[in-house]
């Protein structure tokens, strides 16, 4: 059964915050708030977490990951991007977009697609998010939560899925799902994967 734990969606409580992160280091998979709905995440060398969350979602290794970062600062170290991408980066982020990105060796290789050795990038906007990337001081493994015939809009539709498959579960409130926009630059070209949240006349 998985640990609920109610956090204020403005002032993150530190001692529950810290708590999420724990549970991170410990190797636990969590299902998390952000701006754009709930998604489900694991500490970025969690390979087991990684398994438990590609059977959750039924994700095949084509599947490109998401890496959740706090901000732009550390991105040279996960992904490769010239100049015109890291400027477009830089005018829309943190917001609801997912970037697909060539990955670095510092990607561990399962979290790479196996063929384009492709990584996703988000930098969200949501102060929860932000709270657990300052303490835990690393990315976050991360996808959206999003299961065929299920709408996640409230923290019960949540739990009664999720409350034995992840060991933790945190409640900020009304989370709307609405999933990021997704666009890949790994080939150089802009490329509107999935139109959502974040505005494509970037």
Request: net charge neutral; hydrophobic share 40%.
């Amino acid at each position: 059964m998985a640990k609920l734990l109610e956090i204020h969606p403005q002032n993150p409580q530190n001692r529950l915050i810290k708590q999420v992160v724990d549970e991170l280091n410990a190797g636990s998979v969590i299902a998390y708030p952000t701006d754009s709905g709930y998604a489900l995440g694991t500490a970025l060398g969690n390979k087991e977490g990684l398994a438990r969350i590609r059977r959750i979602r039924n994700l095949s290794k084509r599947h490109d990951f998401t890496l959740m970062m706090r901000d732009l600062s550390h991105i040279g170290e996960y992904a490769k991007l010239d100049n015109n991408a890291f400027r477009l980066l830089k005018k829309v982020l943190p917001g609801a977009y997912t970037f697909i990105l060539q990955g670095t060796r510092d990607v561990p290789k399962r979290l790479l697609h196996p063929k384009k050795k492709t990584i996703g990038l988000r930098i969200s906007t949501h102060n929860v998010v932000q709270a657990i990337l300052d303490l835990l001081d690393a990315p976050l493994m991360s996808v959206s939560l999003i299961l065929e015939g299920y709408e996640f809009y409230d923290i019960q539709d949540v739990c009664e899925v999720l409350e034995n498959q992840v060991d933790m579960i945190i409640d900020d409130g009304y989370c709307l799902p609405d999933p990021t926009t997704v666009i890949d630059l790994s080939s150089g070209n802009i490329e509107i994967i999935r139109q959502g949240a974040g505005d494509i006349s970037i």
